[in-house]
């Protein structure tokens, strides 16, 4: 079965600091494509960055980029400078092309 | 353009009543989902559709039926509401099933 898994339910970060959110996923392929979105308070799914399997290097967005561990099955975001607006749910996500997968969250919240 | 539009944006149901929610896209993508989020549970999928005629159960199915007869319009039916069906209900998107999930707004379902 195709697990996502992030273990922090909430995390909390000063404004202007670093805070890296966690993910695992278990998997047997060996094409697949991950993502981070987040779900302010609006409700609104916002893809915040994507990432391809067989690309080693890790993506970035501006102030969001990923560690990819491959091997490890791990896909940590990890968000510079965090900014009030950076408040919200984040959400980990796996696709091999048919069905997305999703984890069950982790609740940020950003100490001004 | 409009993306991914969903109605209702809330609905009241008695228990035992059947709805429907609507869910259409003009971008012409191909791969269309419902998606249900419980509070601390993450998105599950219902189903999905990745092209007219062709719809499959995601991991939560019991309950709901789908229908796609167009590229742009993937209902989805509840038949006999029950309170377990209580959740808010995310249409999405893709253009194909590796890129990224464009979301409509939700609809926040209550069963009473």
């Known amino acids: 079965a195709q697990t996502v898994t992030q273990s922090q339910p909430e995390m909390s970060v000063q404004e202007a600091e670093t805070v890296t959110l966690s993910c695992t996923y278990d998997t047997s392929e060996s094409d697949y494509y991950l993502f981070w979105y987040k779900q302010p308070p609006s409700r609104q799914m916002i893809l915040v960055i994507r990432?391809?399997?067989?690309?080693?290097q890790n993506a970035t967005e501006n102030r969001f980029s990923v560690n990819f561990q491959k091997a490890a099955k791990s896909f940590s975001l990890k968000i510079s400078d965090s900014q009030l607006g950076d408040a919200a749910m984040y959400f980990c996500a796996y696709t091999t092309g048919n069905q997305f997968y999703f984890g069950t969250g982790t609740s940020l919240t950003v100490i001004p | 353009n409009a993306g991914v539009t969903q109605t209702p944006k809330f609905r009241i149901l008695k228990i035992g009543q059947s709805m429907t929610l609507q869910c259409t896209q003009d971008m012409n993508h191909n791969y269309m989902y419902w998606y249900r989020q419980d509070p601390g549970m993450g998105l599950k999928l219902i189903y999905y559709?990745?092209?007219?005629?062709?719809?499959d159960k995601g991991e939560v199915p019991n309950g709901y039926n789908v229908s796609r007869s167009t590229t742009e319009d993937f209902p989805l039916r509840l038949e006999l509401a029950a309170p377990s069906q209580t959740s808010v209900y995310f249409c999405?998107?893709?253009?194909?099933?590796?890129?990224?999930?464009?979301f409509g707004s939700g609809t926040q379902l209550s069963v009473l």
């Open positions: 999405a998107s893709s253009r194909d099933g590796n890129e990224k999930l464009f």
């Open positions: 559709s990745v092209g007219a005629g062709i719809t």
């Open positions: 990432q391809e399997a067989y690309k080693q």
